[in-house]
């Protein structure tokens, strides 16, 4: 209850800083963020949450103690008004090719590379919540290349359904959405979509990058969902540590799907018979 007090007023806080930072900067603002152990220290539990770098700390120590993850020693936060802005920003500060930014900007809220995280501001004056899992959803994806120490060829939906995972976790131990109410939520909404008759799985085309963009395009939040479920099963079948270890294997260049039977005991196609089939008794 004193975390969800404390968190009220976020998203105002946070709308009148940047408001005053993007003006400043033609509608966009670059903050560096150290994240070493010392700084960490300082991140408790009664941290205040209404600015950049208490936000990012608190939710990099989260990822560090109760999670067990990996946090680059600092990143570099990238905070856009537009979508147009962000697309710059993917080119000309990170070096994206044009048509893959213009891509990713038309639909993304948030993206992670390289230890930088590009966010759309606004997404901040939805309250604390949606920018809480936001920044936490980036913030895993850091830890998924330091597990893999960049080199690694990870299946995308397991990437991003790993990575809205560790969000909910982040809520729930900020004192911000329960857990268990969040998962039963996403997880029967993703369960009703797998259940239709005319639904297929392609993980061979989710676990592509592009494969996984061109699904989110056409699909929205729902390829998200999908991600969420299959990652939700296989945790629950083999504990968060093994999907760690996962990501960890990778930076040893190994073929995805060789790296996937390995992690998980059995290949993708058959993990995705099985789901399908779980589906079906469930209809």
């Known amino acids: 209850m004193r975390a969800m007090r404390a968190l009220v007023p976020l998203g105002g806080v946070i709308a009148l800083a940047l408001a005053v930072l993007l003006t400043s900067d033609q509608g966009r603002a670059v903050l560096t963020i150290p994240l070493e152990p010392l700084s960490l220290g300082f991140a408790s539990d009664a941290a205040p949450l209404a600015t950049y770098e208490g936000t990012v700390r608190r939710i990099a120590r989260v990822l560090s103690e109760d999670l067990d993850l990996p946090v680059p020693d600092r990143i570099t936060l ?111 909404e993703a369960r009703r979509e797998i259940e239709d008759p005319g639904f297929a799985l392609d993980l061979a085309a989710l676990g592509e990058p592009r494969g996984f963009l061109d699904a989110s395009r056409r699909d929205g939040v729902a390829t998200y969902r999908l991600a969420f479920l299959l990652t939700d099963a296989l945790i629950d079948r083999h504990g968060f540590p093994r999907v760690v270890d996962y990501f960890r294997a990778a930076g040893g260049g190994a073929d995805r799907d060789e790296l996937f039977s390995r992690a998980f005991g059995q290949s993708v196609e058959e993990f995705a018979r099985q789901m399908l089939a779980t589906a079906g008794r469930r209809g």
């Open 78 to 188: 990238h905070l856009y008004e537009t979508p147009r802005l962000l697309e710059r920003g993917l080119v000309h500060e990170l070096g994206v090719a044009p048509d893959l930014a213009a891509r990713l900007s038309g639909f993304a809220a948030g993206l992670a590379l390289d230890r930088h995280v590009l966010l759309l501001e606004p997404e901040a004056r939805r309250g604390a919540r949606e920018w809480l899992r936001l920044v936490a959803h980036e913030m895993a994806h850091l830890s998924q290349a330091e597990l893999a120490t960049r080199e690694g060829r990870t299946a995308q939906w397991l990437a991003e359904g790993m990575a809205d995972w560790v969000a909910y976790a982040v809520l729930d131990r900020l004192g911000v959405q329960a857990r268990g109410r969040e998962r039963a939520l996403v997880l029967e």
